[in-house]
Structure formats: C-alpha cells, structure tokens
C-alpha cells in the first residue's frame, strides 16, 4: 500500500513567486493534515481536512496561504505570494478516524523562499 | 492551548548503550494520546510507540519504552541496545482523545557512535 506522498520534495522560490505544494494521502484516510517546520522549531499545525471539508484551519498564518482537497483526495497548499518567512519544510499526515489512531506522514517538502 | 517541549536539541549515545530522550507536555484534558515519532535523515516521519493516557502500564515495542508520568505530565523515551539504525530525529507529540490535531515538540536530533 502506498504511503502519504508529496511533490515537489524541494522547491527554491524567489519572494513573490507562488508556489503550491501537493500531499497524497494514503487512499481511505478521512483525515488531512498540513503541518509545517520552521527550522529549530516545533512541527506547527496548519489546518485539518475531514474529506473535502476544513475542519480545521486555524493554524493557517495568514491570507496568502490557501489549502484545498479535491474530492476529498489529494491536497494542495499554495502560497501566494510567498515571502521568506515562509521558508520551512512543509509536512502532510492522514489518518483515519479516533484519536488512537496514528498518523502517517509524507517525506515533507522543503520550501526556500529567496 | 496544549504545548509540547522537548528540552534536548540533540543527544548522542554509544552504539549498544541505552538512551533517553525528555518530553513535558501541558494540558487541561484528561483524556489523550501520546506518540513518538522518529524521522532518520531524508525519509518520512514514522510511529515508533504510542501511549494511552488512561493506562498506567508503560507502552513498549521491542527495544524503545516509554516511561509515562501522567500527574507530571512526562512521557520519556528510552532506547536501549541503541544501533546505528536509530540516529534520527525524534518528536514528541500530544493528541487529544476527541480532537484530531496533533501538537509536537520541536524534536531531538539522537546520533549513535559505532
């Protein structure tokens, strides 16, 4: 079975350039996650997909970051426009359904914003 | 809000040895789950033990243990016979038993010295 898949595994963008991440859950997984580190600090939450729905996007830092889930499928995360704070290594989880249930992450994409 | 800290940056031990790595955590809840992940150099974050924070029993798989202090609010992770295989980073992380976001640490970075 494949496992949570993200594309591109690194991406180099000059500031004010749009760039958009996209995450492959495993196939069956309600739960969408889209995390992010910036570097030396902790994995921060950025918003949770229940199928194509946001349940959650608090963690969203701001307007230029926007999140879809198509058919309640893959993920896309795009950032328009970035700036370098934006820098970091974007990660996706999906899960299935309860809290005990483990999450189960893609390789992460790590985002450069020069 | 819940919080997640890992006092360790990096840590390193003697291949054979055995290691532990520190997580706090703070909450209001009673109910919830506690995980490990463990992340090796340029591959994808994977479950290493997980903890329910109603049993009292220490969760353990294989050579990793937890040790799992609920009125402290500590949930340690002990690697013993550490092999080379193990040098990653490792993140704490916190979910609520209703709640399906998942709050980390920012991780320690464990090297294994042959």
């Known amino acids: 079975e494949a496992g949570v898949t993200q594309f591109p595994s690194h991406s180099v963008i000059e500031k004010g350039q749009t760039v958009t991440l996209r995450c492959d859950p495993i196939?069956?997984?309600?739960?969408l996650y889209w995390y992010r580190r910036v570097m030396g600090k902790e994995i921060k939450f950025l918003l949770h997909f229940v199928k194509e729905s946001k349940q959650d996007e608090s963690g969203m830092p701001n307007n230029r970051f926007l999140a879809e889930r198509t058919g309640g499928t893959y993920s896309t995360l795009k950032v328009q426009p970035a700036e370098l704070e934006d820098s970091g290594v974007y990660f996706c989880?999906?899960?299935?359904?309860?809290?005990?249930?483990?999450?189960?992450f893609g390789q992460g994409t790590r985002l450069t914003v020069v | 809000a819940q919080t997640v800290t890992q006092s360790q940056p990096e840590m390193s031990v003697q291949e054979a040895e055995t290691v532990t790595l520190s997580c706090t955590y703070d909450t209001s809840e009673s109910d919830y789950y506690l995980f490990w992940y463990k992340q090796p150099p340029s591959r994808q974050m994977i479950l290493v033990i997980r903890?329910?924070?109603?049993?009292?029993q220490n969760a353990t798989e294989n050579r990793f243990s937890v040790n799992f202090q609920k009125a402290a609010k500590s949930f340690s992770l002990k690697i013993s016979d550490s092999q080379l295989g193990d040098a990653a980073m490792y993140f704490c992380?916190?979910?609520?038993?209703?709640?399906?976001?998942?709050?980390f640490g920012t991780g320690t970075s464990l090297t294994v010295i042959p």
């Open positions: 903890q329910e924070a109603y049993k009292q």
């Open positions: 989880a999906s899960s299935q359904e309860g809290g005990w249930t483990e999450a189960f």
């Open positions: 992380a916190y979910r609520g038993r209703t709640g399906n976001q998942f709050y």
């Open positions: 196939s069956g997984h309600d739960n």
